[in-house]
Nanobody, 122 residues
Framework: QVQLVESGGGLVQAGGSLRLSCAAS????????MGWFRQAPGKDREFVAS????????DYADSVKGRFTISRDNAKKTMYLQMNSLKPEDTAVYYC???????????????WGPGTQVTVSS
């Protein structure tokens, strides 16, 4: 069984930065692609970024390109999301998950963490 736990969320002013972490327990972290998603109140869960098992392949939503950076440390079983130049529209609960399919649709991910709240004030 795999468990994922996000941390690092908080309240930050627009233009600020936060670094989210996703800590994994159990087997298999280093063998799978991972991803970050977010969900704002009243909206669907949306893709933010993904990373291949080796860390060499990365993909980002257009809305965060150039501002967010995804990374992972397989030895520590941890994935990160460095978020810079934050905007009020980045406010959401951020989730990490393990990819089991071939796309960045939420249905191709499993083992979702409980999420961490990110709030960006204007």
């Amino acid at each position: 069984q795999v468990q994922l736990v996000e941390s690092g969320g908080g309240l930050v002013q627009a233009g600020g930065s936060l670094r989210l972490s996703c800590a994994a327990s159990g087997r298999g972290f280093s063998s799978y692609a991972m991803g970050w998603f977010r969900q704002a109140p009243g909206k669907d869960r949306e893709f933010v970024a993904s990373i291949t098992w080796s860390g060499t392949g990365k993909d980002y939503a257009d809305s965060v390109k150039g501002r967010f950076t995804i990374s992972r440390d397989n030895a520590k079983k941890t994935m990160y999301l460095q978020m810079n130049s934050l905007k009020p529209e980045d406010t959401a609960v951020y989730y990490c998950a393990r990819r089991i399919g071939s796309t960045d649709n939420p249905s191709d991910y499993t083992y979702w963490g409980p999420g961490t709240q990110v709030t960006v004030s204007s």
